[in-house]
């Protein structure tokens, strides 16, 4: 969409060694995005080892991979085939590329268009249609609402509902700034969710508005959604149950209700995830479940020069997860660090399985589900750049203060460990200020409103944990 802005803010997502500049909005419409991108790529000189334009057709193993561990890959460049031999793989194609489209009975009659999120770019020819989006992730939530400003009218098609959030969150402070904190991991998951979803429900009420699903709001994936509820409070987005069947203009809901005289039909129904450059045996998907130790590595391969670099869904910004995934597959590659034996990998895998079917209501969107910071953590003890916490708060008290009580930015993996960056801990004790330079260009943001915030959220976490304690007694 020419109109998608960015839904984790730029200090929670940008690379670990390049803040991204204090003039940047926290968060970034996709045009400024690329360009941050682009900066990088400048800043570190990689373009010219870049080759572009490529298509990768099959990636095998070579005929000697038992003992060299190379690949061969198929490839088309510039309209020519070619064949060539590669030391690692690194697998980086994302899990929003293959669209899932569901099927409803009496769809292939439907006289008007259908098309998935996929394939939306623009509201143009939306302009006056009746219009049924079906599905409620952030694409569904964000072209709703979109469409609702041009379209005649917009029905938005849910199974479940979904838990809303928008990126503003207390006080003003981007609301992942505010909710990804070393010290919240420490407070029970049923402690989060309660307040999570007190504050959601504070924005608006969800049952009323026909969202609040039946899980807790740590449970599923979130929408990032700022509109929305304005949106349905105005009639031009209606919430509906999910649907049952369609006719030639008609689709009719789960509830029995139907909508009739529809012009266009939104499929925002997610992607569905698979390898087929891949040639078998490397390892197999099945209903979107990674059998990948870290979601990286398929334990049963004898050299691990191929990894999966993404493929996760977390809680938070993805962008970080991938650097620190390429951190450490760069490392093992290079042999500077070793994984686990394979008995080691397939019960870490398993133990992941069966943590996430506990947590999260069983669908393919779930399978990949992670959280920020413990699995940021896990990535770094394995490269070792976890950040010492204890050292710290012996070493720089003020430093350990900020990576404790402070937004968990990408900084903290570059503090120790391969890959250390000098200016790290600068970059963790000047992050408000790049927060709020754009939000306060005639004001310095002082030091001391930072830590009156931070004081304020501590106080509040421990409040609660002593609350909750005595409510369990």
Not at 387 to 405: E, G, I
Request: net charge positive.
């Amino acid at each position: 969409m020419k109109t998608t802005v960015i839904n984790t803010s730029k200090e929670m997502m940008c690379y670990s060694d390049f803040p991204a500049d204090k003039e940047c909005p926290n968060y970034m419409h996709n045009t400024r995005l690329m360009q941050y991108f682009r900066e990088y790529a400048k800043h570190f000189n990689i373009l010219p080892s870049i080759r572009f334009g490529v298509k990768v057709r099959k990636v095998k193993k070579s005929s000697d991979y038992d003992e060299s561990g190379k690949w061969v890959i198929d490839l088309e460049e510039n309209g020519e085939q070619k064949t060539e031999l590669f030391d690692a793989v690194l697998v980086c194609t994302g899990h929003h590329a293959d669209k899932n489209e569901p099927s409803f009975p009496g769809e292939d009659k439907f006289k008007g268009i259908r098309l998935h999120t996929h394939g939306y770019r623009s509201y143009k020819g939306f302009e006056d249609k009746r219009v049924v989006v079906i599905g409620i992730g952030n694409s569904g939530g964000d072209i709703a609402v979109e469409l609702s400003k041009i379209a005649k009218q917009v029905y938005l098609s849910t199974r479940r509902g979904s838990w809303v959030v928008n990126r503003v969150g207390t006080a003003g402070v981007p609301f992942d700034v505010e909710g990804l904190r070393r010290y919240l991991e420490w407070l029970p998951l049923k402690l989060r969710n309660r307040i999570y979803e007190n504050e959601a429900n504070k924005k608006f009420n969800h049952a009323d508005y026909g969202l609040k699903p039946d899980n807790h709001l740590m449970s599923a994936h979130i929408m990032v959604n700022d509109e929305l509820p304005n949106r349905i409070i105005s009639g031009t987005v209606v919430v509906k149950h999910n649907v049952e069947k369609i006719t030639e203009t008609s689709v009719i809901f789960t509830d029995g209700s139907r909508v009739d005289d529809i012009d266009i039909i939104v499929y925002a129904t997610g992607y569905k995830f698979g390898f087929p450059f891949l040639e078998d045996p490397v390892f197999q998907v099945n209903e979107n479940k990674l059998p990948l130790f870290k979601y990286m590595y398929p334990p049963d391969l004898k050299h691990h020069t191929l990894a999966v670099i993404g493929y996760v869904q977390p809680i938070g910004a993805i962008n970080p997860i991938a650097e620190l995934q390429c951190r450490l597959a760069t490392h093992i590659f290079k042999g500077n660090k070793l994984l686990p034996s394979r008995e080691k990998m397939w019960e870490d895998i398993r133990k992941k399985e069966a943590a996430m079917a506990a947590r999260f209501y069983a669908s393919p969107r779930h399978t990949i589900q992670v959280d920020f910071i413990p699995f940021m953590d896990e990535l770094a003890d394995l490269l070792g750049c976890k950040p010492n916490l204890k050292q710290l708060w012996v070493t720089d008290p003020r430093l350990a203060f900020n990576v404790f009580f402070g937004p968990c930015t990408t900084y903290q993996y570059r503090l120790r460990g391969p890959g250390a960056w000098p200016h790290a801990r600068d970059a963790i004790l000047t992050q408000w200020d790049r927060i709020y330079h754009p939000l306060r260009e005639t004001r310095k943001v002082k030091q001391a409103d930072c830590t009156i915030m931070l004081w304020h959220i501590v106080l509040i976490g421990i409040v609660s944990a002593v609350i909750f304690h005595l409510l369990l007694r």
